[in-house]
């Protein structure tokens, strides 16, 4: 079975960025690869701003045609009701977001996110047609203990607990010791995780969602390495922080195909 995968650079601002800054981030990096002719149908471009830009971020997409998509960092495992500080699936929805990350490592370690819960955020993702990027990974700690597979491995089989054969989904691998810290693993290293985590997929999802399921690597990508991970045959794309928050280095993420002749 031939399945291609369109690549997909996501770019995760995390707190950074207020509505006016973002307006004027989304068009510099829209001029960008309007001047670049970037081809969306080869790489796919996505942004995850603070919740509060994105109805910013949607007026503008929608008035100006860009192309990326864009989605939130979280959201609520419920639907409405009183959780007080919750974002609904449904309202992001409403936003006309696409994508929303889910469990990033921020979240599980400053927030408490557990499995459970974070698999009730992709279910709840699903539920309002949003494709949740999941995100695993382990940390340090985790890496020394028992090797760099088996807690991503875990944290998705979790994450994907109760989902239909079928559901559409990305899963982002990001070591929690190589984001922000400037050491990125070797791209060896994320195919190696990638492999195992392809194969979770295939287990519960199907193996049509397996082949067709992007896997990205995220953890201080960077234009001088990006290259190298796209490479790789199980590696679909980057979940990127710092680096996304510079026009010049996340065009030129997004453009790895022109600058390395992959
Ligand atoms: P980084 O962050 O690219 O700054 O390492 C990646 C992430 O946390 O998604």
């Known amino acids: 079975m031939v399945v291609t995968r369109t690549p997909l650079i996501a770019?995760?601002?995390?707190?950074?960025?207020?509505?006016?800054?973002a307006i004027a981030f989304v068009q510099k990096l829209d001029w960008a690869l309007k001047d670049a002719k970037h081809d969306f149908a080869s790489v796919e471009v996505a942004v995850f701003p603070p919740f509060t830009d994105l109805r910013s971020v949607q007026t503008l997409v929608s008035a100006d045609k860009i192309e990326f998509a864009y989605g939130a960092q979280d959201l609520s495992a419920h639907a409405s009701?009183?959780?007080?500080?919750?974002?609904?699936?449904?309202f992001l929805s409403a936003l006309g977001c696409g994508y929303v990350l889910v469990g990033h490592s921020e979240r599980r370690q400053y927030?408490?996110?557990t499995d459970?819960?974070?698999a009730a955020k992709v279910k709840a993702a699903i539920a309002h047609g949003l494709v949740p990027v999941i995100c695993v990974g382990e940390t340090a700690g985790d890496l020394e203990e028992h090797g760099a597979s088996a807690v991503p491995v875990a944290q998705l089989e979790a994450a994907l607990a109760g989902l239909p054969k079928g559901a559409d989904i990305v899963v982002a691998y990001e070591p929690v010791w190589a984001i922000g810290s400037g050491q990125?693993?070797?791209?060896?290293?994320?195919?190696?995780?990638?492999?195992?985590?392809?194969?979770?997929?295939?287990r519960v999802l199907g193996d049509a969602a397996a082949a067709k399921t992007r896997i990205l690597y995220g953890g201080s990508v960077g234009a001088s390495n990006i290259a190298g991970f796209m490479?790789?045959?199980n590696i679909d794309g980057a979940l990127v922080g710092g680096a996304?928050?510079?026009?010049?280095?996340?065009?030129?993420?997004i453009r790895y195909q022109k600058h390395v002749g992959v």
């Open 11 to 21: 770019g995760n601002w995390k707190m950074n960025l207020d509505h006016l800054q």
């Open 81 to 90: 009701g009183a959780y007080t500080g919750e974002i609904s699936g449904a």
């Open 111 to 113: 927030h408490g996110e």
């Open 116 to 118: 459970e819960l974070i």
């Open 184 to 202: 990125a693993a070797t791209p060896e290293q994320a195919e190696q995780v990638a492999l195992p985590l392809r194969a979770v997929v295939g």
């Open 231 to 233: 490479r790789e045959p």
């Open 244 to 253: 996304s928050l510079k026009i010049n280095d996340f065009s030129a993420i």
